[in-house]
């Protein structure tokens, strides 16, 4: 019998990238660098601001603006959020991340309902993401677990595990996600 592949999310070289890595594709969530996307297979590579894409990304399905995509049975809905950044929802083995990366504006209410619900949620917490906001949407939206997209000891991670209540908190090196198998409230997780 075949053994079902837990979906993985994972930080890239202790940098605010992450790979989400499903049963038959994967994706690369803000690569800081060519030698990021490099190292990686992942042939989708996901940024959540409009900014100056590197050129390694010339061979990768390469989404940095909102719209609605699919990419060998990957999902993604983009959102625009301001002038500069963009909100995800990626569908993946069944399962729905959400991606709210660098906000220069708070979400307004039809952004907020258009993200619709998700399973993860993963929060740069630079700009506007504010704890308690970004706590009420994560609930809004019914997240099992919410992943800020920073180290343990950044500053503004710190200020957001203890408005969240979390500040014991232990960083992980993986999260395996599996439909059957979400926590019924909302969990915190910090990969290291």
Do not use: C, H
Not at 1 to 12: A, G, K, S, T
Not at 91 to 111: A, F, H, M, P, Q
Not at 122 to 146: H, S
């Amino acid at each position: 019998m075949l053994e079902l592949v837990d979906m993985e999310i994972r930080r890239i070289d202790n940098t605010k990238a992450f790979l989400i890595k499903g049963k038959k594709e994967s994706l690369i969530i803000d690569p800081t660098n060519e030698q990021v996307i490099g190292q990686n297979k992942s042939r989708i590579v996901l940024f959540t601001t409009k900014k100056q894409l590197p050129v390694a990304v010339a061979e990768r399905v390469t989404i940095a603006a909102g719209g609605e995509y699919e990419i060998g049975g990957v999902e993604i809905l983009g959102i625009n959020a301001g002038e500069r950044g963009v909100v995800y929802t990626v569908s993946i083995d069944n399962l729905t991340i959400g991606v709210l990366g660098e906000l220069d504006e708070v979400l307004t209410d039809k952004r907020v309902e258009r993200v619709g619900a998700v399973d993860v949620l993963l929060v740069d917490l630079v700009g506007k993401a504010e704890a308690k906001l970004v706590m009420g949407w994560a609930k809004k939206w019914g997240a099992n677990y919410l992943l800020p997209m920073g180290r343990i000891d950044e500053p503004e991670v710190v200020k957001f595990l203890d408005v969240a209540d979390q500040e014991g908190i232990t960083p992980v090196d993986v999260l395996k996600v599996e439909r059957d198998e979400l926590p019924e409230g909302l969990e915190m997780a910090i990969l290291k």
